[in-house]
C-alpha cells in the first residue's frame, strides 16, 4: 500500500506536467490517447475509492458481451469522454488519496474473494482474487500506463530504487515462478537489479523488460506477467 500511494502521487504529478496538445497524443495502447489513458486511470481510481462505485462499474461491465476487463475499461474511458484534461487531473487529485485508503482498508476476507470470470494469461486462464487485483494489478497498472504516457509525450519518467525498483522485483519474481526454468537476469536502469543463478544469460533496461511481459514486446522465456 506504501507502493500503491506513491504511485497514484507519481502518475498524478505526470498529469500535472502534460502541455496542453499532449492529451491528444496517441499511445502505445492501440485506440487510446493520452486523455483516454487517463480517464482509464481515473475510473479505477474511483473504483478503488468507492464500493458502490466499484460494484456500479462492474455490473455495467458484466452486462456487456465483450471480455470484462476490456468492457471494464471501455465504460471508464467513455464515461468520462466529456471531461477536459484539467477535470481530470483535478479529479484524479481528489479520489486517489481516498482510493490508496480504500484499498488499504479492505479486510482479509474480502481480499481472498475470486473475482468474477478469468483472466488469460500466457494462453491459459487462471482465477484471480480481489486482494491480488487490490495489492498488484491496480500499482502495475498505474506504473505502466505511467511509462506509456512518458513514451508517447517525451515527458520524464521519474524511477526510483525504493519505488519503481522493488515493483519490478515483485514483477521479477512472479515472472520467475510462472515460468519455472532456471536464468540469470541483469535489468538496468534506476530500477534494475541481478536475479537467478543458472540457465540463459538475460540482459534487458529494467523498464523495457516490464513492457516486454506486459505484451508490448516479445517477453522473455515466452512468458508474460500481467500488469
Same mark, same amino acid.
Given at each position: 500500500?506504501?507502493? +500503491?500511494?506513491?504511485?497514484?502521487?507519481?502518475?498524478?504529478?505526470?498529469?500535472?506536467?502534460?502541455?496542453?496538445?499532449?492529451?491528444?497524443?496517441?499511445?502505445?495502447?492501440?485506440?487510446?490517447?493520452?486523455?483516454?489513458?487517463?480517464?482509464?486511470?481515473?475510473?479505477?481510481?474511483?473504483?478503488?475509492?468507492?464500493?458502490?462505485?466499484?460494484?456500479?462499474?462492474?455490473?455495467?461491465?458484466?452486462?456487456?458481451?465483450?471480455?470484462? #476487463?476490456?468492457?471494464?475499461?471501455?465504460?471508464?474511458?467513455?464515461?468520462?469522454?466529456?471531461?477536459?484534461?484539467?477535470? #481530470?487531473?483535478?479529479?484524479?487529485?481528489?479520489?486517489?488519496?481516498?482510493?490508496?485508503?480504500?484499498?488499504?482498508?479492505?479486510?482479509?476476507?474480502?481480499?481472498?474473494?475470486?473475482?468474477?470470470?478469468?483472466?488469460?494469461?500466457?494462453?491459459?486462464?487462471?482465477?484471480?482474487?480481489?486482494?491480488?487485483?487490490?495489492?498488484? #494489478?491496480?500499482?502495475?497498472?498505474?506504473?505502466?500506463?505511467?511509462?506509456? #504516457?512518458?513514451?508517447?509525450?517525451?515527458?520524464?519518467?521519474?524511477?526510483?530504487?525504493?519505488?519503481?525498483?522493488?515493483?519490478?522485483?515483485?514483477?521479477?519474481?512472479?515472472? +520467475?515462478?510462472?515460468?519455472?526454468?532456471?536464468?540469470?537476469?541483469?535489468?538496468?536502469?534506476?530500477?534494475?537489479?541481478?536475479?537467478?543463478?543458472?540457465?540463459?544469460?538475460?540482459?534487458?533496461?529494467?523498464?523495457?523488460?516490464?513492457?516486454?511481459?506486459?505484451?508490448?514486446?516479445?517477453?522473455?522465456?515466452?512468458?508474460?506477467?500481467?500488469?
Amino acid at each position: 500500500m506504501r507502493l +500503491a500511494k506513491t504511485e497514484y502521487e507519481r502518475f498524478l504529478a505526470l498529469l500535472e506536467g502534460l502541455a496542453p496538445e499532449d492529451w491528444a497524443t496517441p499511445t502505445g495502447c492501440p485506440g487510446w490517447d493520452v486523455r483516454a489513458m487517463a480517464a482509464h486511470l481515473l475510473g479505477m481510481a474511483e473504483m478503488s475509492a468507492s464500493m458502490r462505485e466499484s460494484m456500479r462499474q462492474v455490473k455495467l461491465a458484466q452486462s456487456r458481451d465483450g471480455v470484462f #476487463i476490456d468492457e471494464l475499461t471501455a465504460l471508464q474511458v467513455g464515461e468520462r469522454a466529456t471531461m477536459t484534461p484539467a477535470q #481530470i487531473v483535478a479529479r484524479y487529485a481528489e479520489v486517489s488519496p481516498r482510493a490508496a485508503k480504500a484499498r488499504r482498508r479492505t479486510p482479509w476476507f474480502v481480499r481472498g474473494r475470486k473475482m468474477p470470470g478469468t483472466q488469460s494469461v500466457n494462453g491459459r486462464d487462471e482465477a484471480w482474487t480481489l486482494g491480488f487485483l487490490s495489492d498488484v #494489478i491496480m500499482t502495475r497498472d498505474p506504473w505502466m500506463h505511467r511509462v506509456d #504516457i512518458s513514451r508517447a509525450t517525451g515527458a520524464p519518467l521519474v524511477l526510483t530504487a525504493d519505488h519503481d525498483g522493488v515493483l519490478v522485483d515483485d514483477v521479477v519474481r512472479e515472472w +520467475a515462478a510462472r515460468h519455472g526454468r532456471p536464468f540469470t537476469l541483469r535489468l538496468t536502469g534506476p530500477a534494475g537489479g541481478t536475479w537467478g543463478e543458472g540457465g540463459p544469460e538475460l540482459e534487458f533496461d529494467a523498464v523495457e523488460f516490464c513492457r516486454a511481459l506486459s505484451g508490448r514486446g516479445t517477453a522473455p522465456l515466452d512468458t508474460e506477467v500481467p500488469f
